[in-house]
């Protein structure tokens, strides 16, 4: 067992930084066996804090070179190297530090600091790795403008980047070369970036609103120069787009876009300098998939919108997260709904919400959007902090609607421009603007716990009244047994016998909207609508107006209904999602029924032939509800009946419409040139749709045209779309085929190769765990590199329940073993694949045993990382 507990770190605790640092300058030599860093900080103390405090920096791995205070070097008794940092107990008001340090990026395999990937030099510094780099008061609240000089061989580092402008540039001695930065924004050092390396340069400009030219630049290596088209082009629309939404123009005079292969995260916003996982950023038609076209776009977008909502408007603590997380995800997705088809973003978002964010909040990291405490900041990453986050502003946006959410962005801008504050000065601001009271609102910022709306209602045919009662309840969440009721914006639709819109008059209005926005506030109310014509059927929380669940007693004749004429896209999809589950759950619960409800299949066949219905919304009307989905929403899920429940409905779908199937995927190919439009996206998507359950169910043609497919494509979509259905198919043949040529082709590449080993991992075919160990020992593998991990042990244990959750236990035993390597080299990544284990308690007795055994073998290694331990005894604790 460990020696010491991690300490937990508590909001309450907060105190303002006891010295703020106003300038640094920063030099950096680089060699091969390591880099020293020439720190110097002009520090004084903060005014506002207590007096008579000793002077107290971060650090972590550092060996210590050199100090002086005000130019002359500092006796030993004058300070003390702590196991956290440095201390130096006689400092005057203001004065000057300088620390040199010396560390070996060529042996991180953290990946926090500064880090060697694929020859080139890059950093990684939110949350806490600056501390890795040299000694600071690393806290986003300390900002501070940053001056930094890099020095490297000029042959093997032709590329030196930092923040800001470049400002000065030269050769040195012994082939060396340097280049200095500047950046005139002051910023916690968590933004501070560096890029050494021999990287290829792509250029372009942007014009902004006010006329400056603004150099863009992207710098990948060599082999990746053609795949830089997208993310520049995104990052165009991203900028135009700032500026016409919020009125946020750029303000340096460069932006950079760094490539990188090995990185934790997906990209970092570091100002100026945004430092991106390969995978989030390069692209061509014939390497990434229509998903990864989108995903770029928008993480493109949402770095750089943090040049506002994060960079120049920072957090004052890392409680305080969600600030720029949620409300950058919300501005994202924003974007990604003006570019594409809103309805359908909106049920990504959605389905991302409700499966994965659901399961977090009922589990034992459950935790606040504002979480009250943490161990590891890093494991607070997390689908609350930035999906449920990104739900709250939406809600404040409906709310005060578009009008009145502009005022409030522009007031928090303008108010907090150059500061660190918190989720509460968000809030405020929005308040100040709009003139809303928001004060219960707030709770959705400090109660954890997805809440449950309940719903009941009643016609009365002789007064024509409608009576709606809605009831609202927080579950219990760890250290939060009882919850206050939150302010629910619940919109609302009732829909006729025509499938019109009927009007939504309360007493006394004279007003009668088509649709409205409920603010439920009280545990429970009611709503009576009057001159209601005949009995509806309502359409509730429409396009998922809170991130809440929803109950109601549908039957399926009212969700076929809704299926077909709300007038609301989403809910529209939702019917048809509810249908799916009950169906599928149906099946769960009578294991001796052994047909579909024919209506499903009805309902299916008119979607696979409905031409004039939006084809984007009919390709996510075709998908059924995931097994992750079911099982979220099972009390004690049964992993394996769940899967095969499931897989019937799915075979019997494909065995019935199977014709229509064919008609499908015949109207929706195309062989034009790539185009990533909604429309074209919509064709590929129903196209390869078609064609997974026509090989689910084994069918001859199917198995002709996917191997047509596979031979014939023009783009990674259909490629890898005709290669994952036959590697889930039973023809053992051509998918082995298909997976040589596939690997032939692309072996040079990474992100195509993490695709491939991805596909694999995830094939639902049963007894899958003996190929996917044998990928980790294929050549293309790298233990050090966070996506090929991701790529096959998160793959396997995120998205093949079935195999992974094998009742003798074999799924969790692997995951666990990976788990205790990792721990060393990479506990941030570690600790993000102990999640599949987590919420053992909501499985049934067959699988809760062997995830717990798992997670107390994890828990039991000497001298575990924090980031695992907190994930792993939160989980047991419960
Ligand atoms: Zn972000």
């Given at each position: 067992?460990?020696t010491?507990?991690?300490?937990t770190?508590y909001?309450k605790?907060y105190?303002?930084?006891?010295?703020l640092?106003?300038?640094?300058?920063?030099r950096f030599?680089l060699?091969?066996e390591?880099?020293?860093?020439?720190n110097s900080?002009e520090i004084?103390?903060?005014p506002?804090a207590e007096?008579g405090?000793?002077?107290?920096?971060?650090?972590?791995g550092?060996e210590?070179?050199g100090?002086?205070?005000?130019?002359?070097?500092?006796?030993?008794?004058?300070?003390?190297?702590?196991?956290?940092?440095l201390?130096?107990?006689?400092?005057s008001d203001?004065?000057t530090?300088?620390?040199?340090?010396w560390i070996?990026?060529?042996?991180?395999?953290r990946?926090e600091?500064?880090?060697k990937?694929?020859?080139?030099f890059?950093?990684?510094?939110?949350?806490?790795?600056?501390?890795?780099?040299?000694?600071f008061?690393d806290?986003?609240?300390v900002m501070?403008r940053?001056?930094?000089?890099?020095?490297?061989d000029k042959?093997?580092?032709p590329?030196l980047?930092?923040n800001?402008?470049?400002v000065e540039?030269?050769d040195?001695?012994d082939?060396r070369?340097f280049v200095?930065?500047e950046?005139p924004?002051?910023?916690?050092?968590?933004?501070?970036?560096?890029?050494?390396g021999d990287?290829?340069?792509?250029?372009?400009t942007?014009?902004?609103?006010s006329?400056?030219?603004?150099?863009?630049?992207?710098?990948?290596?060599?082999?990746?120069a053609a795949k830089?088209?997208h993310?520049?082009?995104?990052l165009?629309?991203?900028?135009?787009?700032?500026?016409?939404?919020?009125?946020r123009e750029?303000?340096?005079d460069?932006?950079m876009?760094v490539?990188?292969?090995?990185?934790?995260m997906?990209?970092?916003?570091?100002?100026g300098?945004?430092?991106?996982?390969?995978?989030c950023v390069?692209?061509t038609?014939?390497t990434a998939t229509?998903?990864?076209f989108?995903?770029?776009e928008?993480?493109?977008?949402h770095?750089?919108?943090?040049n506002w909502?994060g960079?120049?408007?920072?957090?004052?603590?890392w409680?305080q997260?969600?600030?720029k997380e949620?409300?950058t995800v919300?501005?994202?997705?924003?974007?990604?709904?003006?570019?594409?088809?809103?309805?359908?973003k909106r049920?990504?978002?959605?389905?991302l919400?409700?499966t994965a964010?659901?399961a977090?909040?009922?589990g034992?990291?459950?935790?606040p959007?504002?979480p009250?405490?943490y161990i590891?900041i890093s494991n607070?990453y997390t689908?609350?902090?930035y999906?449920?986050?990104?739900?709250?502003?939406r809600?404040?946006?409906t709310?005060?609607?578009e009008?009145d959410?502009?005022k409030?962005?522009?007031l928090?801008?303008e108010?907090?421009?150059?500061q660190?504050?918190?989720?509460?000065?968000f809030v405020?601001?929005?308040e100040?603007?709009?003139?809303r009271?928001?004060?219960?609102?707030?709770r959705w910022y400090?109660?954890?716990?997805t809440?449950?709306?309940?719903?009941?209602?009643?016609?009365?045919?002789d007064?024509k009244t409608?009576?709606l009662?809605l009831r609202q309840?927080i579950?219990?969440?760890?250290?939060?047994e009882t919850?206050?009721?939150?302010?629910?914006?619940?919109a609302?639709g009732?829909v006729g016998?025509?499938?019109?819109?009927?009007?939504?008059?309360l007493q006394?209005e004279?007003?009668?909207p088509?649709?409205r926005?409920l603010?439920?506030?009280?545990e429970q109310q009611t709503?009576?609508f009057?001159?209601v014509?005949a009995?509806p059927v309502?359409?509730?929380?429409?396009?998922?107006?809170?991130?809440?669940?929803?109950h109601?007693p549908?039957?399926r004749?009212?969700?076929?209904?809704?299926?077909?004429h709300?007038s609301d896209?989403?809910?529209?999809?939702d019917a048809?999602q509810?249908?799916a589950?009950?169906?599928?759950?149906?099946?769960?619960?009578?294991?001796q029924?052994r047909t579909?409800d024919?209506?499903?299949v009805?309902?299916?066949?008119?979607?696979?032939?409905?031409?004039?219905?939006?084809?984007?919304l009919?390709?996510k009307?075709?998908?059924?509800?995931?097994e992750a989905y079911?099982?979220?929403l099972a009390?004690?899920?049964?992993v394996q009946a769940?899967?095969?429940a499931?897989?019937r409905v799915l075979?019997?779908?494909a065995?019935?419409?199977?014709d229509?199937l064919v008609a499908?995927?015949l109207?929706?190919r195309e062989?034009g040139?790539?185009?990533?439009?909604?429309?074209?996206?919509?064709r590929r998507?129903?196209?390869?749709?078609?064609?997974?359950?026509l090989l689910h169910i084994?069918?001859e043609?199917g198995r002709?045209l996917a191997r047509?497919?596979?031979?014939?494509?023009g783009?990674m979509?259909?490629?890898?779309g005709?290669?994952?259905?036959?590697?889930?198919s039973?023809?053992e043949?051509?998918?082995?085929?298909?997976?040589a040529?596939?690997?032939d082709?692309?072996?040079?590449?990474?992100q195509v190769?993490?695709?491939?080993?991805?596909?694999?991992?995830?094939s639902?075919?049963a007894g899958?765990?003996?190929a996917v160990?044998?990928l980790?020992?294929?050549e293309?593998f790298d233990?050090k590199?966070p996506?090929k991990i991701?790529?096959?042990?998160?793959?396997?244990?995120g998205q093949n329940?079935?195999?992974?959750?094998?009742?003798?236990?074999?799924g969790y035993r692997?995951?666990?073993?990976?788990?205790?390597s990792?721990?060393?080299?990479n506990?941030q990544?570690a600790?993000?694949?102990v999640s599949?284990?987590?919420?053992?308690r909501?499985?049934s007795q067959?699988?809760?045993d062997g995830?717990?055994?798992a997670?107390?073998?994890?828990?039991a290694?000497?001298?575990?990382?924090?980031?695992?331990?907190?994930?792993v005894h939160?989980?047991?604790?419960g």
């Open positions: 067992m460990r010491s507990q991690p300490q770190i909001l605790d105190k303002v930084p006891p010295f640092v106003d300038h640094v300058d920063l030599e060699f091969e390591g880099a020293r860093v020439y900080m004084r103390r903060n506002d007096s405090q000793s002077l107290e920096l971060d650090g972590e550092l210590l070179e100090l002086t205070l005000n130019g002359l070097p500092l006796a030993d008794d004058d300070f003390e190297v702590t196991s956290g940092g201390r130096v107990d006689k400092v203001k004065f530090l300088g620390v040199v340090t070996l990026p060529q042996d991180n395999t990946l600091g500064l880090y990937s694929s020859g080139m890059c950093t990684q510094c939110e949350a806490e790795g600056f501390r890795w780099i040299t000694y008061p806290r986003p609240d501070a940053f001056r930094t000089r890099v020095e490297a042959a093997r580092y590329v980047l930092s800001g402008n470049d540039k030269g040195l001695e082939g070369h200095t930065w950046d924004f002051p910023k916690p050092c968590y933004l501070f970036a560096l890029v050494a990287l290829a340069e792509k250029k372009d942007f014009t902004t609103q006329g400056r030219e603004i150099d863009l630049r992207m710098y990948v290596e060599p082999r990746n830089c088209d993310a520049l082009d995104s165009k629309r991203s900028m135009r787009w700032d500026e016409q939404i919020y009125g750029y303000d340096l460069i932006f876009i490539a990188v292969d090995d990185f934790n997906g990209a970092m916003e570091n100002k300098l945004n430092i991106f996982n390969s995978s390069l692209a038609p014939d229509d998903l990864a989108q995903r770029i928008a993480i493109v977008a770095e750089y919108f943090h909502s960079n120049r408007v920072t957090c004052r603590d409680f997260l969600s600030l949620g409300f919300f501005r994202d997705s924003q974007f990604s709904s003006d570019m594409g088809s809103p309805t359908v049920i990504e978002d959605a389905t919400l409700r964010q659901f977090e909040d009922s034992p990291m459950a935790h959007v504002r009250d405490s590891e607070f689908l609350t902090v999906e449920k986050g990104a739900e709250v502003v809600m404040i946006h709310l005060l609607g009008e959410f502009r409030g962005s522009d928090y801008f108010r907090h421009d150059g660190a504050v918190t989720t509460d000065d405020k601001a929005m100040d603007a709009s003139g009271d928001l004060t219960q609102f707030r400090q109660q954890a716990g809440p449950i709306v309940d719903v009941s209602d009643a016609y009365d045919p007064a409608y009576t009662t309840r579950p219990a969440t760890p250290g939060q919850k206050q009721p939150q302010h629910i914006p619940f609302l009732l016998e025509h499938g019109e819109d009927l009007p939504l008059k006394g004279d007003d009668a088509a649709q926005v603010d439920l506030t009280d709503f009576v009057h001159d014509a009995q309502p359409s509730l929380l429409r396009g998922f107006s809170a991130p809440v669940k929803v109601y549908w039957t004749d009212q969700l076929l209904f809704l299926m077909s709300d896209g989403f809910n529209r999809w048809g509810r249908l589950v009950d169906v599928i759950q149906s099946m769960v619960d009578e294991p029924e579909v024919p209506r499903l009805t309902a299916f066949r008119q979607l696979l032939s409905d031409t004039d219905l939006d084809q984007a009919v390709a009307m075709l998908q059924l509800p995931s079911l099982i979220e009390d004690e899920a049964d769940i899967h095969k499931r897989t075979n019997q779908l065995l019935e419409l199977r229509e499908c995927y109207r929706n062989d040139p790539y185009e990533p439009t909604p429309q074209a996206i919509a998507s129903l196209k390869n749709t078609a064609l997974a359950w084994n069918d043609e002709m047509q497919q596979f031979e014939n494509a783009n979509t259909d490629q890898s005709a290669l994952r259905a036959l590697v889930n039973e023809f043949e051509d998918r082995d085929t298909a997976l040529s596939f690997y082709r692309f072996r040079e590449d990474p190769v993490e695709q491939w080993f991805a596909i694999q991992a995830s639902v075919r899958t765990l003996p160990e044998a980790l020992t294929h293309a233990w590199n996506n991701r790529s096959v042990i998160g793959a396997f244990a329940l079935a195999n992974f959750h094998a009742t003798d236990g074999s692997f995951l666990a073993q990976h788990i205790l990792l721990d060393s080299s506990p990544i600790a993000r694949l599949p284990l987590t919420r053992w909501n499985y067959a699988y809760r995830m717990r055994a997670l107390e073998q994890i828990h290694k000497p001298d575990l990382s924090k980031d695992v331990y907190e994930v939160k989980s047991l604790k």
